[in-house]
Structures are given as structure tokens and as C-alpha cells.
């Protein structure tokens, strides 16, 4: 299939063309994502799936400019991120991309309201607090403001770092096996907070996941085999 696959007539939120990304190991150099090229548009909700060592997590720090491709050209927002610094960088994260992981990534030593806070004071943000405490809100947290990573279920602390990746209303939303630590109840509610507040934000969402189920409440899945793109086809 040919790898060059795009949403047609629309305007690309993303635009890869030719990425490549090689990175060391311990018998040489390693080929983890080869020649991908497609399209997102801004709001969609795309699945990024695959067996595992496909390159999905390393497709997603791309994306987010935590791993700089070693070949191709990629836009993000109207930018090409490798024009950018890594002070650049930091600054571009910061206004377009909020990440969610696997394994939450809160500051233990900072309270729920703190976590969120956090990117909107580094991006100088001068409503920083009431914005924090919205976008804790609409996570159904406004109880737990005060509560520190520890004293939260896991379902919990999911939501504080969804909370924390759209508070600063980002273009872009990645997400990696957000539900893969909690069980399916909660996971469920975490994925319906997760679908919600992407909706109402408008923000563009790749969600790696393994779950078929979920995958198909995105519009589009986005397939990897090997570090090629197999398919970019409608859920």
C-alpha cells in the first residue's frame, strides 16, 4: 500500500512526509519508523495502533518533538519543527501539544492543582489559577484540588494529567495507552473524560491503544507495522 495517505480537502493540522527515525543499539544503528508520510486534519480523532515495537510511542514523540526524525520533513500547526531550537521547541510544546502517558508523570510533591498549573505558569499564562481550577473541573476533580499524586486513585491521577495536557487549550493532543494502568471501569470513564473535553476543545487527538473497541471511537486508524505505515483507513 502506498504509504503516502492523506484526508483529503482539508487542511492539515499535521502534514508528515518521508520521516524516518534511526536510532542507536547494541548491534547498530535501528530503523524504528521508515518513510511515513500522511495527513491529519485539525479536531480528528485518529487511533495510532500496531503490534508492539511497531513505533507507535516513537511516532507520538516525534509528533511531539521529543525525538527529532533523522530524515523527512514534519509540520505540526503550520510549523516545521525542524526549523526549531530546543528552546524552541519547549516554547512550541507548550502552546500547541499536551501529552498524556501511560503512567500519569504527575510531580509527586505537588498537589493536583499545582500539576496543573504547571504549564500555564511556565507559557505565562496571567489566569493561570481560575484556568487550573476549570480545567480541573471539567475533569470532576474540583474536590481534589488540594490532594497530592499519592492520596488519588489511579483513575484519579488520569484525570489530573488529562486535566493538565488541555488546560493550556493545545492544538494537538497525544495520548499514550492513557487507560493501560487502570482497570476497565475506570479506564472507560477515563477514555469518556479523555473524548469529551477533546471535543469541546477542538484540539486534534492521536490516541496510541491496543484496544480494538477504542480505536473504533476514533475516525480514523492509523496503522504501523514495522515502522511503515500499513494503512490510514476510516475506523
Known sequence: MDAALSLADARPLI?????????????????????????????????????????????????????RPTSGSLHVAGTELALLTEDGLARFRRR???IVFQDFHLISG?????NVL???????????????????????????????????SGGEQQRVAIARALAPRPSLLLADEPTGNLDRATGAAVIDLLFRLHREAGATLLLVTHDVALAGRCGRRLVLEDG????????
Do not use: C, Q, W, Y
Not at 547494541?26 to 511515513?36: F, M, R, S, W, Y
Not at 511503515?228 to 475506523?235: K, M, Q, S, V, Y
Open 15 to 67: 502534514a508528515v512526509r518521508g520521516v524516518g527515525l534511526t536510532l542507536p543499539g547494541p548491534a547498530g544503528p535501528v530503523n524504528v519508523l521508515t518513510d511515513l508520510s500522511f495527513e491529519v486534519a485539525g479536531g480528528e480523532a485518529v487511533a495510532v495502533v500496531g503490534p508492539s515495537g511497531s513505533g507507535k510511542t516513537s511516532l507520538l514523540m516525534v509528533l511531539a518533538g521529543l525525538e
Open 118 to 152: 504547571v504549564p500555564l505558569e511556565l507559557a505565562g499564562r496571567r489566569d493561570a489559577g481560575p484556568a487550573a481550577r476549570a480545567a480541573l473541573a471539567a475533569a470532576g476533580l474540583s474536590h481534589r484540588l488540594s490532594h497530592l499524586p499519592a492520596a488519588l
Open 110 to 114: 505537588m498537589t493536583a492543582l499545582e
Open 96 to 98: 500547541h501539544i499536551g
Open 228 to 235: 511503515r505505515l500499513a494503512a490510514l483507513e476510516t475506523a
